[in-house]
């Protein structure tokens, strides 16, 4: 199976400053067809995962402009521009490509 | 706008049997695949199947595999998880999810299943 390792797993940050994570796969996630199937999801606490960013880069609907997502092949990285309340939960990164599919063990942000 | 509903969650015994329904509605469900996914209390998300848009083809977690089954009547916009010989490890809440092409776009609220004696 495809493992997929975030870092850190805590993330406090400062309400304003910027947050990043990383994620890192252990086989390449670029499909035959040329994209590659990297996807965040963001769970408040108490709630469902929510998808905000999906193959790499391309944020969903109503998903915040300060959430980005960057990377290629093996390597991944979800960055907050400037964090704020409602930020706080946990994000995953999950893989799409190979059977099963996999996520990462979720990074906890929460507020200094 | 997509609303996906589970339910049939519960306590059951270990070595017991319950089956899971999630209920599609604002999308034509009969084109789309979908997905069971996992999460026990206090961890992380573990995917647990998938089916495809006419239920030809299914994938499922080596976790689960020969016990739990996907199935889905697109005749009800439903999907469901038989779920047999559950053990203590299988307790969870379970999403159904929608597929997005290599990803999941929408999750359900949820529905609790706990194994336990």
């Known amino acids: 199976d495809v493992v997929m390792t975030q870092s850190p797993l805590s993330l406090p940050v400062t309400l304003g400053q910027p947050a990043s994570i990383s994620c890192r796969s252990s086989?390449?996630?670029?499909?035959?067809?040329?994209?590659?199937?990297l996807n965040w999801f963001q769970q408040r606490p108490g709630q469902s995962p929510r998808r905000l960013i999906y193959?790499?880069?391309n944020r969903d609907s109503g998903v915040p402009d300060r959430f980005s997502g960057s990377g290629s092949g093996t390597d991944f990285t979800l960055k907050i521009s400037r964090v704020e309340a409602e930020d706080v939960g946990v994000y995953y990164c999950?893989?799409?490509?190979?059977?099963?599919?996999?996520f990462g063990q979720g990074t906890k942000v929460e507020i200094k | 706008q997509v609303h996906l509903v589970e339910s049939g969650g519960g306590m059951v015994q270990p070595g017991g049997s319950l089956r899971l329904s999630c209920a599609a509605s604002g999308f034509t469900f009969n084109t789309y695949a979908m997905h069971w996914v996992r999460q026990a209390p206090g961890k992380g998300l573990e995917w647990v199947a998938f089916t495809r848009y006419d239920g030809s083809n299914k994938y499922y977690a080596d976790s689960v595999k020969g016990r739990f089954t996907i199935s889905r009547d697109n005749s009800k916009n439903t999907l469901y998880l038989q779920m047999n010989s559950l053990r203590a490890e299988d307790t969870a809440v379970y999403y159904c999810?929608?597929?997005?092409?290599?990803?999941?776009?929408?999750w359900g609220q949820g529905t609790l299943v706990t194994v336990s004696s």
């Open positions: 999950m893989q799409g490509i190979h059977w099963p599919w996999t």
């Open positions: 193959k790499v880069s």
């Open positions: 999810a929608k597929d997005a092409s290599h990803s999941l776009d929408y």
């Open positions: 086989q390449s996630l670029v499909h035959g067809d040329g994209n590659t199937y």
